[in-house]
């Protein structure tokens, strides 16, 4: 009898200390989330954004207000009802282009991510664009960076000549 008490009170107490540590730590906070799929680059509007309810624990560091946001551009593609944060901002500037670059070595896309730095060199180890936001990366050998006007056309007319390269910063 008294072992099945002491079985009895093991899982009561189990149970309770698994509905505590479900619980949120406090009320919910109003979190920013794209309120659909949104491209790089674009700057945000207010259609493009909607709060949510997320419990405390859950809350990602750098989450951004919606006056931070509106304005500003994802630097890569951001999915439907995924939190907005300050790392994946940035402000829109007018002077700035993206453009895709195929990678002489597609082994190199594997090591970028969006928010990655990179110089992009073309034949005879030209420097084409330095220190440069990767944007996105698609199907493991293009990669979409960020840059001025003149360096986009320089890299996309590089780019028709033949694959380029990309060092790490």
Known sequence: MILHLRRSLALLLALLAAVVAVLPDGPAAQVLVAAHD??????????????????????PSGAVARTDALGR??????????????????????????????????????LLRPGSRVDVVGAEARVLAA????????DGEVVVVSVEHAAARRIAGESLAGPVAMTLR
């Open 38 to 59: 949104l491209p790089p680059n674009a700057p945000l509007t207010a259609a493009d954004v909607r709060e949510v309810a997320m419990p405390p624990p859950l809350v």
């Open 73 to 110: 551009a994802p630097t890569g593609a951001v999915r439907a009802g995924e939190p907005l944060t300050d790392a994946r901002l940035a402000p829109t500037d007018p002077d700035v282009s993206s453009v895709a670059v195929r990678l002489a070595d597609a082994g190199v896309a594997g």
């Open 131 to 138: 220190d440069v936001p990767v944007v996105a990366v698609r």
